[in-house]
């Protein structure tokens, strides 16, 4: 319940800010938010797995995103940034793809 | 620990299942009443919700344990580990939340250049110089052919030009065109004698000879006849003069095209137009005219035999 509070309150406070992303960050941003999606659907899993664990979420969170952001600003440095972040981007997406299938195992068990 | 296994029971509706079954059904009404309350899909929810004693107040608690200043003050050391790594929870997933609607908003307000990656730039400028060269091969292509189009139209122009400019002309000689430029009027005045159609004739003949370009004879009345080719003379009733079937009356006035200096010259000649009518007891007047108007028509003649060659 928290979570889901939390996770309004910064959709909230992002539309009422309207802050603009800075330009150092905007390559970086979109990939570490898929990243953290990933992470969210991740403990959502464990959670209904009961294998929820807040210190491995933290971590894994806080992980997935600094690990994104550096793949994807190595990538930029070697010059072949853009696919590197659409790589991060497709191995994310299968990822959530595995999550979001066995979330919906649990809950419909279907 | 106690709150731990309430919590499993509580909330995952998968597990309370299979050990349910085996206990028969004395076993299932148990988590029935506690199912419906802390069972809203939250994952993060029950686990606090069992800490409280207090059943009742559950809902209106809800929204205080969000903030984080009122979990130190009522649990213990061991919780405080647990709610730490919540309000972390809530900080990441409330940054989440956050950065998800800032990038939204930043992509859906700015499709174009701003969120663009650098090579993604130089791709879209490389395809624009593309798309220019072939724009501009287009450019080229297209004026070649609007040139070649001009020059066409430019020869159609000057072959209507030429061929219009053969028409005046025709028509100038052939009388159905009236006509003005520099040449003469030639007044015959009658003295004892009238004018004789040969006279006339004579006249004409002679400023055909100097150069006449375009003649008209006039009568004392007016009626005027173009001068052509196939005009014909002829000394009619009382004095008059029929040309080309028109009565005309004396006196005559031939006005006509062409160089006056020698045209003068040709009437005047010893033994010519003007010394026979003068012989006659006749007076010829010839005058200059600066632009002499040549307005009598003659009908087009129609052709019935005669075809061009080619």
């Known amino acids: 319940m928290i979570a889901v509070l939390a996770l309004l309150a910064g959709v909230v406070l992002g539309v009422w800010l309207d802050p ?3 330009a150092a960050l905007q390559p970086y941003l979109p990939i570490a938010v898929v990243a953290a999606l990933d992470a969210v659907f991740g403990g959502v899993r464990a959670k209904l797995d009961r294998i929820f664990d807040d210190k491995q979420f933290v971590v894994s969170f806080i992980s997935n995103v600094l690990v994104a952001a550096l793949i994807v600003y190595l990538g930029d440095q070697l010059g072949v940034g853009g696919q590197l972040s659409t790589g991060v981007v497709v191995v994310l997406g299968v990822r959530i793809f595995g999550n979001v299938a066995a979330i919906r195992r649990h809950l419909f068990r279907a | 620990m106690s709150s731990e296994e309430q919590s499993e029971t509580g909330t995952g509706w998968p597990q309370p299942a299979p050990p349910g ?36 107040a559950e809902p209106a608690e809800d929204v205080t344990v969000g903030l984080p200043g009122d979990r130190p003050a009522w649990v213990g050391s061991v919780r405080s580990r647990l709610s730490t790594a919540s309000v972390m929870i809530a900080a990441l997933l409330a940054l989440l939340g956050f950065t998800l609607v800032v990038q939204l908003k930043t992509t859906s307000t700015d499709p174009t250049a701003g969120a663009t990656r650098q090579e993604d730039l130089v ?19 297209l004026e070649d052919s609007q040139r070649q189009l001009r020059s066409g139209e430019q020869g159609r122009q000057a ?18 065109l009236p006509a003005t430029g520099p040449g003469l009027t030639v007044r015959f005045e009658a003295g004892a004698k009238t004018i004789s159609a040969s006279r006339v004739l004579d006249a004409v003949q002679e400023l055909r000879g100097a150069g006449a370009e375009a003649m008209q004879i006039s009568g004392g009345d007016r009626a005027t006849a173009r001068i052509i080719a ?3 003379f002829l000394d009619g009733e009382n004095g008059s003069l029929v040309v080309d079937g028109r009565r005309l009356t004396a006196p005559y006035t031939i006005t006509v095209i062409g160089d006056p200096a020698t045209m003068r010259t040709a009437l005047n000649i010893p033994g010519g137009v003007v010394a026979s009518v003068q012989g006659d007891g006749g007076n010829v007047i010839v005058e200059d005219r600066e ?9 087009p003649i129609k052709l019935e035999h005669a075809r061009p060659v080619s």
Do not use: F, M
């Open chain 2, 159 to 176: 072959a209507l030009d030429e061929a219009t400019r053969r028409a005046d002309e025709l028509g100038i000689l052939a009388g159905t």
């Open chain 2, 21 to 56: 079954r085996p206990e028969g059904p004395g076993g299932q009404p148990d988590p029935r009443p506690d199912a419906p309350d802390p069972d809203e899909l939250s994952p993060l929810a029950p686990r606090e919700e069992p800490d409280r004693d207090g059943a009742g």
């Open chain 2, 123 to 141: 791709r879209i400028l490389s395809d624009l110089d593309a798309r220019e060269n072939r724009l501009r091969q287009d450019i080229s292509g």
């Open chain 2, 230 to 232: 196939s005009t014909y």
């Open chain 1, 20 to 22: 603009s992303v800075p």
């Open chain 2, 291 to 299: 632009a002499a108007e040549v307005s009598a028509l003659h009908a």
